[in-house]
């Protein structure tokens, strides 16, 4: 495992301009077709359960040195809910809702709160769910301005093509002194596997995923302030080839035959081959995920805090990392 140390982004900074074409991956899908496709994902989407918990667990770690108790908190690209029930422990007295795109998704979300179903008494007696489930897509949140103190997102960013217009939606819907942490997939994820299409063919067949630089200098341009970046890298090892495939491809991470048309089964087994391949001395097959982590605030506008003689925020030591002043 491989741990970089955090890197943090300060103003001024330089601003970044991104378009459609310069998105991350050009080939991801518009919104109702990523609806669609997480539609489809949802009854194999838990075999990556494991992962989501790890990564997960390693965010909320993180949490430990953040002084925050939020209101409202919202799980952004929530899945199956594995993330509310983490966020419902930690701040029990808050509010907390989950966002998905997928309904299928939401629908499993829901089967596991356990007051969504509480049978006809706790129907009789008005008994509310735990979480508040809504479906939107990440760049445009079904919210109003400054709705959340919390916003957590756990490796959902990176499907969304066009990430420079997520990060300022998610700066509105927060409050001021509000907290946003996230995770998503790096550069380096699935490098292995892309190793093994390029034993095949020339083609593209893997997602490309966002330098965590890229991410946080969008955060900056975006009226976050004193965003945090790390990341790490996680092996995950499997016994067969054909298993390894069939997880990459549950959670999203295959392009889809393009005008191409389908490849044949002899390509099948030139992929399945190439992978076999690469066994280690173990004899399993390595599989790697570049894990970014970031986090950042939302402090009030500059008329309502200390500036600088050339009007740059200023952010007091003991600020960094703790609670939001009373409101």
């Given at each position: 495992m491989l741990r970089r140390p955090p890197i943090r982004f300060s103003l001024p900074c330089p601003s970044v301009s991104l378009h459609a074409t310069d998105s991350p991956d050009a080939w991801l899908p518009p919104a109702r077709l990523t609806r669609l496709a997480f539609d489809r994902r949802s009854p194999r989407f838990g075999q990556l359960d494991f992962l989501l918990g790890e990564i997960g667990q390693r965010m909320q770690e993180r949490m430990e040195v953040v002084k925050l108790q939020p209101r409202r908190a919202l799980d952004i690209g929530c899945g199956h809910g594995q993330g509310l029930a983490g966020l419902r422990a930690r701040?029990?007295?808050?509010?907390?809702?989950?966002?998905?795109?997928?309904?299928?998704?939401?629908?499993?979300?829901?089967?596991?709160?356990?007051?969504?179903?509480?049978?006809?008494?706790?129907?009789?007696?008005?008994?509310?769910?735990?979480?508040?489930?809504v479906q939107g897509d990440l760049a445009t949140l079904p919210f109003g301005a400054a709705s959340f103190d919390l916003l957590w997102s756990n490796l959902a960013l990176h499907w969304h093509p066009e990430p420079h217009r997520v990060m300022p939606e998610w700066h509105r819907v927060t409050a001021d002194d509000g907290l946003v942490m996230f995770s998503l997939f790096g550069p380096d994820t699935l490098r292995e596997l892309r190793a093994a299409f390029?034993?095949?063919?020339?083609?593209?067949?893997?997602?490309?995923?966002?330098?965590?630089?890229?991410?946080?200098?969008?955060?900056?341009?975006?009226?976050?302030?004193?965003?945090?970046?790390?990341?790490?890298?996680?092996?995950?090892?499997?016994?067969?080839?054909?298993?390894?495939?069939?997880?990459?491809?549950?959670?999203?991470?295959?392009?889809?035959?393009?005008?191409?048309?389908?490849?044949?089964?002899?390509?099948?087994?030139?992929?399945?081959?190439a992978l076999d391949r690469q066994r280690n001395a173990d004899g399993v097959i390595p599989l790697t995920f570049e894990i970014v982590y970031g986090h950042a605030w939302?402090?009030?506008?500059?008329?309502?805090?200390?500036?600088?003689?050339?009007?740059?925020?200023i952010v007091p030591i003991d600020r960094i990392g703790r609670s939001p002043r009373p409101r």
């Open positions: 701040f029990p007295d808050a509010q907390i809702a989950g966002l998905d795109i997928s309904g299928a998704m939401l629908q499993q979300a829901g089967q596991r709160d356990p007051q969504r179903r509480p049978g006809w008494i706790g129907r009789l007696l008005g008994k509310r769910p735990m979480f508040d489930l390029a034993d095949v063919d020339l083609d593209a067949h893997t997602l490309r995923f966002v330098d965590m630089h890229d991410i946080g200098d969008m955060l900056v341009h975006s009226g976050w302030s004193t965003p945090v970046m790390d990341m790490e890298t996680l092996t995950v090892t499997y016994e067969s080839p054909e298993k390894l495939l069939q997880e990459v491809q549950a959670f999203g991470g295959l392009r889809q035959p393009g005008a191409r048309g389908l490849r044949g089964r002899r390509w099948h087994r030139a992929v399945l081959a939302k402090l009030p506008p500059r008329g309502k805090q200390a500036t600088d003689d050339q009007g740059h925020a």
